[in-house]
């Protein structure tokens, strides 16, 4: 007996000290915080870019991170939209456990003055970089909320979720941003009879107020009548003022610009960038870098347009991988190649449905079903993901396992010396093990895919088979049929009439069957079933982690509010343009 007990005492011994010579090892192999720069595409799909297989898109810069890094094959994005991903990527949790999914239609924010936005106890990367000694810049796109009661309280804000510092849009940029549109009909309809509906529900409420019909206040009353006049007036004044008071620019807490010159941002956002390095150069410092790239209305500087063979889209891509050559250029200049990790990524897949005519206006997904806003065909969800870190990571090497943007999250607190929270479940995993080879697999077992709150599907990689096994619950309705895509709503929806339930699931192996073409059955899988159920109870398992949160995107939080509208100057007449004199300062 008391030989047996000190077997098992020395072997947990030497099982223990195995785990700590391997941390050593990674910890050796990285043994100071690098920089950070992080280059966040928008709506970019995997297959418009040369080092994913493109030969006709031009992204020499792009490629020379994979030929200097790593590249991996199955990166993928926690939601196929930009709101959802983004806050996954800055918490390294499934969206759903902050309250930053959908669970009705409102998928992303479509306001920069509603009330949601990412919670303020949520713990981005960036805070945690930025309490380990990090310089913490953000350059570029939110989209995760401004405001939660009052105007200045920037409970969302960049700022207050650890960044030191913000030049960007607080937004996202759309097609209203560029010029003043002609509305299209379908929206001018809606808004017209929501209008419509309000003035009747108005006159309604006053008269039974009146009539001591039911007790409501008059504030309530007026409330209501003040969005009938919002939607009357965005209605009449055909969108423009969609762009006055969303598509704004800020530094910090200044706005720069509102409404912003579309024109300007990349070239101001590149001399951002730029300026950032330079000042924090001594390191360590974190750049996130998030592109307003290659999102519609795809604005591009006149040396791009027409330059590309793929039309105003290719031109804009073009552009974005000029960019980051010019940002990898400074690092080089200033010898900070050997110091920083750099990482580039997409939020999500491209919009296959983004066209103008029969002119492509969104990404392409290469041979990958799906795109953008589809939860759980490949092609919404995985995403170009490069990591170069000279004399650390190897080159030239490609990752096939699966993996997740959400990994960033504790990969880049263990190298800055942090430790992730405790007190709460971060679902990504340390990618440095992986890349440096110092592991075969990536620590992803199961994946899974939501739409909204739904999942739609679940990636199992059956590490010993090597079997990606991915079980669709639920998968939208193409509309037109065959066309693999939603092209009359423009974006495919998680519920309602739109999808298609599948019981039993639809089931493919991704190893064999990369594009999701031909579901399996019992009859051409002989462990069909056995699939099915070892996904269904990991499904349990992970429902089970979850807990109720506030809904970020409620109809609610949703709403834009007058109280909570950035704006320089006197509401409701916000207008500045600070980037003006400073241009003409310059010259
Ligand atoms: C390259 O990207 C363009 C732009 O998205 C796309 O139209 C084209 O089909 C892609 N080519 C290949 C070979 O993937
Ligand atoms: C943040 O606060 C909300 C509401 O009080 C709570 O439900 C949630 O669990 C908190 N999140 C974390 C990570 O502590």
């Not at 206040?217 to 008071?245: E, N, T, Y």
């Not at 056995?530 to 429902?543: D, G, S, T, Y």
Request: proline residues 6%.
């Amino acid at each position: 007996m008391w030989c047996l007990s000190h077997f098992w005492r020395y072997l947990g011994f030497f099982l223990a000290m195995l785990l700590v010579l391997k941390s050593l090892e990674v910890q050796a192999m990285v043994s100071y915080k690098p920089n950070i720069v992080i280059f966040l595409a928008d709506d970019l799909g995997i297959g418009d870019v040369g080092c994913y297989g493109n030969n006709t898109i031009r992204t020499p810069n792009i490629d020379r991170l994979a030929e200097e890094g790593v590249k991996l094959t199955q990166h993928i994005a926690a939601s196929p939209l930009c709101t959802p991903s983004r806050a996954a990527f800055l918490t390294g949790r499934y969206p759903i456990r902050s309250g930053m999914d959908a669970t009705d239609r409102y998928r992303v924010f479509h306001w920069l003055a509603g009330s949601g936005g990412l919670p303020p106890n949520e713990t981005t990367f960036a805070k945690i970089l930025q309490n380990q000694g990090y310089s913490t810049g953000l350059v570029g796109k939110w989209h995760q909320g401004v405001n939660c009661e009052y105007r200045n309280d920037y409970c969302h804000y960049p700022l207050n979720h650890g960044f030191d510092y913000f030049y960007g849009m607080p937004f996202t940029l759309m097609g209203d941003c560029h010029q003043l549109p002609e509305m299209d009909l379908p929206l001018r309809i809606k808004l017209s009879s929501y209008t419509q509906m309000i003035v009747l529900a108005v006159f309604t409420l006053i008269a039974a107020k009146l009539t001591h019909l039911v007790q409501v206040s008059w504030k309530l009353i007026f409330l209501l009548a003040l969005f009938g006049f919002i939607f009357f007036i965005s209605w009449f004044s055909s969108l423009g003022f969609i762009r006055l008071w969303d598509c704004i620019m800020m530094r910090n807490y200044e706005i720069t610009e509102q409404p912003m010159m579309v024109e300007r941002a990349a070239p101001l956002m590149l001399r951002e960038a730029i300026s950032f390095i330079e000042r924090n150069k001594q390191g360590p410092f974190l750049l996130f870098f998030s592109f307003l790239h290659v999102h519609t209305p795809l604005v591009t500087m006149e040396n791009f347009t027409g330059k590309s063979k793929h039309g105003l889209y290719g031109d804009n891509v073009e552009e974005m991988d000029w960019m980051i050559g010019r940002i990898l250029n400074v690092l080089d200049d200033y010898n900070l190649k050997e110091s920083t990790l750099t990482y580039f990524t997409s939020d999500h897949g491209g919009h296959l449905e983004a066209q103008e005519g029969n002119a492509q206006r969104g990404g392409w997904n290469g041979i990958y079903k799906g795109g953008k806003a589809m939860a759980g065909w490949e092609g919404g969800i995985r995403v170009p993901g490069l990591f170069r870190w000279t004399g650390v990571l190897p080159e030239r090497k490609v990752i096939a396992e699966p993996t997740s943007l959400m990994d960033i999250y504790p990969t880049l607190i263990h190298l800055a010396g942090g430790t992730v929270p405790q007190d709460r479940v971060i679902d990504g995993k340390d990618l440095m093990p992986l890349l440096l080879g110092l592991v075969e697999h990536s620590e992803h077992k199961f994946m899974f895919h939501y739409c909204g709150v739904n999942i739609h599907a679940v990636r199992w990689h059956q590490k010993e088979t090597g079997s990606t096994w991915k079980a669709h619950y639920v998968t939208p309705v193409f509309q037109p049929e065959g066309s693999g895509g939603c092209y009359k709503t423009r974006f495919c929806p998680c519920f309602g009439k739109g999808v298609t339930r599948h019981n039993p699931p639809l089931l493919f192996d991704l190893s064999r069957d990369p594009s999701e073409a031909v579901p399996l059955s019992p009859d051409t899988e002989p462990l069909f079933h056995m699939v099915l159920e070892r996904i269904e109870k990991a499904v349990e398992e992970h429902q089970k982690t979850l807990t109720p949160v506030p809904q970020q995107l409620s109809v609610f939080n949703i709403m834009w509010k007058p109280w909570l509208q950035p704006c320089c100057g006197t509401f409701p007449f916000c207008q500045c343009d600070k980037e003006k004199d400073n241009i003409e300062n310059e010259k």
